[in-house]
């Protein structure tokens, strides 16, 4: 019986799962965020990594990474700092040159995303052979919990609005909770010009239009615990510009 467990791990490790944690002043969730991957992962029997991109983050969140790494193993906890915040495509990219895995998930580490989400997308990707999985925040039983108003007006104006202008087809396109087959994700970037939170937008308009194949996952966003939001006056109209940006490019 447990001969036929362990090859039964094998044929699901066939594939190889990096999911990339940008982080930046994340000392209060990392350890909690990763306790749920290990957690998520070890149940599922899936092969998995978890890398660390860390952008000098001056309350020690590099410093607790690396505790978690003498807990969980370094084939588990993959550190590659950077020294200052260099921008969330460049940490992607970052991050995919020290993958080994052939798919990779990119989910905040703020524990807005649930780790208990990625089986279900694991099993979309299977189930249709999609290139990318998305979580989705505006679709069947996803929603967002603990933002106020403002946020909440923000957010579905944003998405409304870029539905409009883009049709996507895809429901919630500035989340960040993904699935990529790697080599998918690779090309995406390199086509990719914007940065910040049009970055995202951006992946699936340009997903689109090279057809790659998209699938989703309704899921529970839950605004951050520990920690400040970094959305503020300055994100909001870098993101009305790279959207009007990709209106005329697109």
């Known amino acids: 019986m447990a001969s036929r467990k362990s090859s039964e791990k094998c044929k699901e490790g066939a594939d190889k799962y990096s999911v990339l944690l940008p982080t930046y002043n994340e000392r209060e969730n990392l350890p909690l965020i990763v306790w749920l991957l290990v957690k998520y992962f070890g149940e599922t029997g899936y092969n998995y990594e978890v890398i660390v ?43 995919m040159q020290h993958a080994t895995g052939n798919y990779i998930i990119i989910m905040d580490a703020d524990l807005s995303h649930h780790p208990k989400f990625i089986p279900q997308f694991i099993r979309r990707q299977k189930d249709c052979n ?12 996803g929603g967002v919990y603990g933002w106020d108003l403002k946020r909440k007006v923000i957010s579905r104006g944003a998405n409304f609005i870029t539905q409009i202008l883009l049709r996507p087809g895809a429901s919630d396109l500035t989340g960040s909770f993904r699935l990529y087959r790697k080599e998918v994700l690779q090309k ?36 951050r615990v520990y920690g400040e939001s970094k959305l503020g006056g300055n994100e909001i109209v870098s993101f009305v510009k790279g959207l009007l940006t990709l209106f005329a490019t697109t």
């Open 53 to 95: 991109i860390d952008d000098g983050s001056p309350d020690g969140t590099l410093e607790i990474a690396e505790q978690l790494q003498k807990i969980y193993g370094s084939d588990k906890i993959v550190l590659r700092p950077r020294p200052k915040k260099l921008g969330l495509g460049t940490a992607y990219i970052h991050g």
């Open 130 to 141: 999609y290139d990318i999985v998305s979580g989705t925040r505006y679709s069947g039983d």
């Open 188 to 223: 995406l970037v390199e086509k990719c010009v914007s940065k910040g939170y049009v970055f995202q937008m951006e992946m699936i308009v340009r997903a689109r239009q090279l057809g790659y194949s998209i699938g989703e996952v309704p899921i529970s966003f839950v605004d």
